[in-house]
């Protein structure tokens, strides 16, 4: 690793550059998880210079402090702690350097996914990790989530798209990691051989991105979209499976959405490319040098009980700009339709569970079921169910009604989820909405190894307190 010590730096104005207008912390009061908690204080720093002093004062003020990218968190991992103060990397949104013949960009954190990406294009590279909300996502955020979506089919979270991290850690220190280039290596306990790994996906917790090394993919010539009807949700789910393991076909994306998500997603189209249909729907792309095997997907969607003659083709670029609105407008509307009622208490509750795919379709039915027997609504669904990760969402009215809720998402988490070896939280986090559940999924000794890793690096806690760790958790 090497180090630079941040102490000769010095705090700017004695201050770090915090705010404490009440106007200005509460605007960074809340992120898409529903929580609020109003920062004591906020800092927007314009250079890594000033971060860094940000952080130093922290430091020395022993403060909390949450890294914040766009705040688009749906578990509360980028609001405040209690009494703590927000870093805003909105501010960081330069390109430090794109080298194109080694397909690498390395980039501020606050840079926005499809800012980035805009410009990648204009040099024929693309950033492959796609998370639903890319207009908004910053790469700090990403890269502390391990952000993934619904490219991930094809080419992995963002994890494995990150060379190197540039990090601020706790005890004033910046250090620059790689990934480690060896073949072969017998030297120390894995969890050890590459720090880069520690921080991605770490939440905010172990030290703040001032700087990402990502390694671009060379943008495929041909993407095709095709958007397949199904009459129901069991026979969309076993096309599902068939295309991940069928020859022939071989998809880069496969989403699923229900009939209320469908409805919303036929709602947000742009190009009128979808015929009018009832059911359910399955989106999914291909990219290569040529066109798919349409008669190939023709003939597995049929074989499913497609409704073959409202197939919509999207094959040019504004057609597929289209598919990826009407993929956002699901939790969008999901989103809007919770506003009302969070002056109430309520809010939208979304589930981030997966399981091995084929599983899936078994887990979704306990799930309707658990939902029916707990007397709450039917969730609406959508997701990325390629991966056996669907999103169960629903609008809670009142705080009554978010017990009731996360009452019946713990129950199939323990009883459809876990007992399939599938996960808490597949690509949001865990945050602070989900901390009570990591010990549902990881062992004693995985929890107890992890916060050695954070006391050693943080230990006074100050990075991203109240995420992942659950203080109820051993
Ligand atoms: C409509 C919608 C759709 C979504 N779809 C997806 C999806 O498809 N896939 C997916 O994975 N997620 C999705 N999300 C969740 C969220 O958008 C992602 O996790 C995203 O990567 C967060 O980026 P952000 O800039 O908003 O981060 P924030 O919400 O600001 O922060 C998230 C976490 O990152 C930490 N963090 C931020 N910047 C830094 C930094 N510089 N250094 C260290 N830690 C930092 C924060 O402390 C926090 O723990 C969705 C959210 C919404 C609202």
Same mark, same amino acid.
């Given at each position: ?23 200005? %912390? ?11 908690? =109003? ?29 914040? &990218? ?13 009494? &703590? ?36 294009? *204009? ?25 993934? &979506?619904? #490219? ?9 798209? =990150? ?17 480690? =280039?060896? *073949? ?44 397949? +009807? ?20 071989? +998809? @880069? %994306? ?5 009939? =209320? ?55 040019? *670029? ?6 990826? #609105?009407? #993929? ?30 084929? *599983? ?36 809670? #009215? ?21 007992? @399939? ?9 865990? &945050? ?6 990591? +010990? ?35």
């Amino acid at each position: 690793m090497a180090t630079t010590d941040a102490g000769g730096r010095g705090a700017t104005g004695g201050a770090g550059g915090f705010v404490a207008d009440p106007d200005v %912390c509460a605007a960074y009061a809340t992120d898409v998880s529903g929580l609020r908690e =109003v920062p004591a204080a906020v800092v927007r720093p314009t250079s890594t210079a000033e971060l860094l002093d940000a952080l130093e004062r922290a430091r020395i003020d022993r403060l909390p402090i949450t890294a914040a &990218g766009a705040q688009t968190s749906t578990t509360g991992a980028s609001i405040a702690a209690p009494g &703590g103060a927000i870093l805003s990397t909105r501010r960081l949104d330069g390109i430090v350097d794109l080298d194109v013949g080694a397909r690498r960009v390395r980039v501020q954190p606050g840079v926005v996914l499809a800012d980035l990406n805009r410009t990648l294009a *204009e040099h024929g590279l693309f950033f492959a990790p796609d998370p639903t909300s890319e207009n908004e996502a910053t790469v700090g955020g990403s890269v502390a989530c391990n952000a993934s &979506g619904a #490219r991930t089919l094809r080419y992995g979270p963002t994890r494995a798209h =990150v060379a190197g991290l540039t990090l601020a850690l706790a005890d004033g220190r910046t250090v620059e990691l790689r990934r480690p =280039v060896l *073949e072969k290596n017998t030297v120390g306990l894995i969890p050890a051989q590459d720090p880069v790994d520690w921080f991605v996906g770490s939440e905010g917790t172990l030290g703040v991105v001032v700087e990402a090394e990502l390694a671009l993919l060379p943008l495929p010539p041909r993407v095709v979209g095709l958007g397949i +009807p199904f009459p129901d949700e069991a026979s969309a789910l076993a096309f599902v499976v068939a295309a991940r393991t069928s020859e022939g076909v071989d +998809p @880069r %994306c496969l989403e699923y959405f229900d009939p =209320v998500s469908f409805g919303f997603a036929r709602e947000a189209q742009g190009s009128g490319a979808w015929q009018d249909s009832e059911g359910t729907m399955v989106y999914l792309e291909e990219a290569g040098d040529d066109d798919p095997d349409f008669d190939a997907w023709l003939s597995l969607a049929e074989a499913h009980g497609a409704r073959d003659h409202a197939i919509a083709v999207f094959d040019d *670029e504004g057609q597929l700009r289209d598919a990826r #609105r009407f #993929r956002h407008a699901c939790p969008a509307a999901m989103h809007e339709a919770t506003g009302p009622y969070l002056a109430a208490g309520g809010r939208r509750i979304s589930t981030d569970w997966a399981v091995p795919f084929p *599983e899936a379709a078994d887990a979704l039915a306990e799930a309707r079921r658990a939902a029916r027997e707990h007397g709450v609504d039917d969730p609406v669904v959508y997701g990325h169910l390629g991966n056996g990760h669907p999103h169960l969402n629903w609008v809670a #009215r009142d705080p009554d009604e978010v017990h009731r809720i996360e009452a019946c998402v713990e129950e199939i988490l323990k009883r459809t989820v876990l007992p @399939r070896a599938g996960t808490v939280a597949a690509e949001h986090g865990v &945050g602070k909405l989900k901390a009570r559940w990591l +010990p549902l999924q990881m062992s004693d000794l995985q929890i107890g190894l992890m916060r050695a890793v954070k006391r050693e690096l943080d230990p006074h806690d100050l990075f991203g307190r109240g995420n992942i760790f659950d203080s109820n958790t051993p």
